[in-house]
């Protein structure tokens, strides 16, 4: 018998058993605590799943692997897991694991036991990943956090992916809800347990898809054009969790492809109390876009896709401790340097980039003449190395990487163009620009507003929401007339398919260029 040995931050977290030959992405898919990321259900073609072997017999580098990694991962002995045979006794250290350790940066407050406390659950479904909150209904406030990677990416980090497999297999759609179900059980059994906590409900939002893949049922609609703006029904087929028997539900979506994710973190922003016109952007996978004028809330969404959350993009990571959130470029000097999420004891600690240091990164490049404005290097290369140098850290940067980032941003700057045209609002008329995703929270707004993510607008109107779709969540769970907030938000509601605006095409293709959003 051949021993698996696994390390995560220093620490060691499991020891696997095995007897013979065996696949270590599939190893290490035997413990929740071991698994790591990946979307591409082990082909090798996304890169995600990243560990560095510490000692041990293992098979040779795939040809996949030559195609992912640069040649300081290779070097480093980074591997990906779902191209390594193991053989023989092995130490791994896990690169990308699939729990996050921390919720973000939103503070927690202490925990704080008493006779009188009551508490309830808020979900945030994403498309990349889950964040849970437990909610203390007395005091109003949050007591602990959780953030990891949605477990259906191994289905495909792109959403079309998902539904069709969910579409055209039952089974893949019944095993998508349940490891949905399954990860919100243990998280919430975790709190139970830890702090002996009795939680009278669960509450879970999400973008349409994400919720029409918790209920398993009408997946196939949102793959057809003609229902992208109608109500889809993804009440859940079960009124409970199965093993703690806590009473579930989910916050109905206003149409196909805008979801009561969006429409709770505009709760949370108080967007239609705003003097004027307001926007709000929650970026994602699925980005969301509201705007508010004239006692009317228009809303449609674009697919930002999984750049946005740190995903398939090299050197990649999500908004977490060791992600690099920021960059900037010293023009008097020429060099890079870079920011932290979190405190780290040593540069071996850092993970890669988030997506607003990607964002920072392309500005970077630009401003600094090593990236054209059509997304192109300004020497024939097909990667650009930087040096962040107060970190001591290089930073590998693809074309295939700025390729995604530019379909991601002109989707988005394209969608935010098309929207106040339709309004006929200019982003001088802006009284606020709320940003809100782990992608928002940090973002670099003069950076965006350069390479054309955000509309241009007066830096003191600008507001980073943080995760506003949980904060929405969590006053939902604190209304007494939650039904009736939401109805009465729904009713200034205008969806806008952005698939039948005229021009859109030729608004996405303009926004391919890293310049300022052209408005019409």
Same mark, same amino acid.
């Given at each position: 018998?051949?021993?698996?040995s696994?390390?995560?931050?220093?620490?060691?977290?499991?020891?696997?058993?095995?007897?013979?030959?065996?696949? !270590?992405?599939?190893?290490?898919?035997?413990?929740?605590?071991?698994?790591?990321?990946?979307?591409?259900?082990?082909r090798g *073609?996304?890169?995600?799943?990243?560990?560095?072997?510490?000692?041990?017999?293992?098979?040779?580098?795939?040809?996949?692997?030559?195609?992912?990694?640069?040649?300081?991962?290779?070097?480093?002995?980074?591997?990906?897991?779902?191209?390594?045979?193991?053989? %023989?006794?092995?130490?791994?250290?896990?690169?990308?694991?699939?729990?996050?350790? #921390?919720?973000?940066?939103?503070?927690?407050?202490?925990?704080?036991?008493s006779?009188?406390?009551?508490? #309830?659950?808020?979900?945030?479904?994403?498309?990349?990943?889950?964040?849970?909150?437990?909610?203390?209904?007395?005091?109003?406030?949050?007591v602990?956090?959780?953030?990891?990677?949605?477990?259906?990416?191994?289905?495909?980090?792109?959403?079309?992916?998902?539904?069709?497999a969910?579409?055209?297999? $039952?089974?893949?759609g019944?095993?998508?809800?349940?490891?949905?179900? %399954? *990860?919100?059980?243990?998280?919430?059994?975790?709190?139970?347990?830890?702090?002996?906590v009795?939680?009278?409900?669960?509450?879970?939002?999400g973008?349409t #898809?994400?919720?029409?893949?918790?209920?398993?049922?009408?997946?196939?609609?949102?793959?057809?054009?003609?229902?992208?703006?109608?109500?889809i029904?993804?009440?859940?087929?079960?009124?409970?969790?199965?093993?703690?028997?806590?009473?579930?539900?989910?916050?109905?979506?206003?149409?196909?492809?805008?979801?009561?994710d969006?429409?709770?973190?505009?709760l949370?922003?108080?967007?239609?109390?705003?003097?004027?016109?307001?926007l709000?952007?929650?970026?994602?996978?699925? *980005?969301?876009?509201?705007?508010?004028?004239?006692?009317?809330?228009?809303?449609?969404s674009v697919p930002?896709?999984?750049?946005?959350?740190?995903?398939?993009?090299?050197?990649?990571?999500?908004?977490?401790?060791?992600?690099?959130?920021?960059?900037?470029?010293?023009?008097?000097?020429?060099?890079?340097?870079?920011?932290?999420?979190?405190?780290?004891?040593?540069?071996s600690?850092? $993970?890669?980039?988030?997506?607003?240091?990607?964002c920072?990164?392309?500005?970077?490049?630009l401003?600094?003449?090593?990236? $054209?404005?059509?997304?192109r290097?300004?020497?024939?290369?097909?990667e650009?190395?930087?040096?962040?140098v107060? /970190?001591?850290?290089?930073?590998?940067?693809?074309?295939?990487?700025?390729?995604?980032?530019q379909?991601? $941003?002109?989707? *988005?700057g394209?969608?935010?163009?098309?929207?106040?045209?339709?309004?006929?609002?200019?982003?001088?008329? /802006?009284?606020?620009?709320?940003?809100?995703?782990s992608?928002?929270?940090f973002?670099?707004i003069?950076?965006?507003? #350069?390479?054309? !993510?955000?509309?241009?607008?007066?830096h003191?109107?600008?507001?980073?929401c943080?995760?506003a779709?949980?904060?929405?969540?969590?006053? !939902?769970?604190?209304?007494?007339?939650?039904?009736?907030?939401?109805?009465?938000?729904?009713?200034?509601?205008?969806?806008?398919?952005?698939?039948?605006?005229? %021009?859109y095409?030729?608004?996405?293709?303009d926004?391919?260029?890293?310049?300022?959003?052209l408005?019409?």
């Amino acid at each position: 018998m051949f021993i698996l040995s696994v390390t995560l931050n220093n620490r060691h977290i499991a020891s696997i058993p095995f007897t013979s030959r065996s696949n !270590l992405f599939n190893l290490l898919a035997v413990y929740d605590h071991t698994r790591i990321r990946s979307a591409c259900q082990g082909r090798g *073609t996304c890169g995600q799943c990243l560990v560095r072997i510490d000692q041990g017999g293992a098979s040779e580098l795939t040809h996949y692997e030559y195609e992912r990694l640069n040649a300081s991962q290779i070097a480093r002995d980074i591997r990906l897991a779902c191209q390594v045979t193991l053989f %023989d006794h092995a130490s791994v250290t896990l690169i990308n694991p699939l729990a996050i350790e #921390a919720l973000d940066t939103i503070s927690i407050h202490p925990f704080m036991p008493s006779a009188n406390a009551r508490y #309830a659950v808020a979900v945030d479904l994403g498309s990349t990943q889950l964040r849970m909150s437990l909610w203390d209904y007395v005091n109003q406030h949050r007591v602990a956090g959780y953030c990891g990677f949605n477990p259906q990416a191994y289905y495909g980090t792109d959403i079309l992916n998902r539904l069709t497999a969910a579409t055209t297999d $039952k089974t893949k759609g019944s095993v998508m809800s349940e490891l949905i179900q %399954d *990860t919100i059980e243990r998280v919430v059994t975790e709190w139970i347990n830890a702090k002996n906590v009795h939680i009278t409900e669960i509450l879970i939002v999400g973008n349409t #898809a994400m919720l029409a893949l918790l209920a398993n049922k009408h997946t196939e609609q949102l793959l057809q054009p003609a229902y992208w703006t109608h109500s889809i029904d993804c009440s859940l087929n079960f009124s409970t969790l199965r093993q703690t028997q806590i009473p579930v539900a989910a916050v109905q979506p206003v149409a196909g492809f805008v979801g009561s994710d969006l429409l709770v973190g505009l709760l949370a922003a108080r967007l239609t109390q705003s003097p004027g016109s307001a926007l709000f952007i929650d970026f994602g996978t699925n *980005t969301e876009i509201a705007l508010w004028h004239q006692d009317k809330l228009w809303l449609t969404s674009v697919p930002g896709g999984p750049a946005f959350e740190g995903c398939g993009i090299s050197y990649g990571i999500a908004a977490e401790q060791g992600a690099i959130s920021h960059v900037n470029y010293d023009a008097g000097t020429g060099e890079f340097h870079g920011a932290l999420i979190g405190t780290l004891i040593d540069t071996s600690e850092i $993970k890669g980039l988030c997506g607003s240091g990607l964002c920072d990164v392309m500005a970077c490049l630009l401003a600094s003449g090593q990236l $054209k404005k059509n997304g192109r290097f300004a020497k024939a290369d097909s990667e650009l190395e930087i040096e962040l140098v107060n /970190l001591h850290y290089r930073v590998t940067v693809k074309k295939q990487d700025i390729d995604i980032f530019q379909r991601a $941003k002109a989707a *988005t700057g394209a969608g935010i163009a098309k929207l106040l045209a339709l309004a006929e609002v200019s982003s001088a008329d /802006l009284t606020r620009l709320c940003i809100a995703g782990s992608f928002g929270q940090f973002l670099n707004i003069q950076h965006a507003q #350069a390479i054309g !993510l955000l509309p241009d607008c007066a830096h003191e109107r600008v507001e980073l929401c943080g995760n506003a779709a949980l904060m929405g969540c969590e006053q !939902l769970l604190s209304s007494h007339n939650r039904d009736e907030q939401l109805n009465e938000l729904k009713r200034k509601v205008e969806v806008v398919n952005l698939s039948q605006v005229i %021009d859109y095409e030729e608004a996405f293709v303009d926004n391919l260029y890293l310049q300022p959003i052209l408005l019409n």
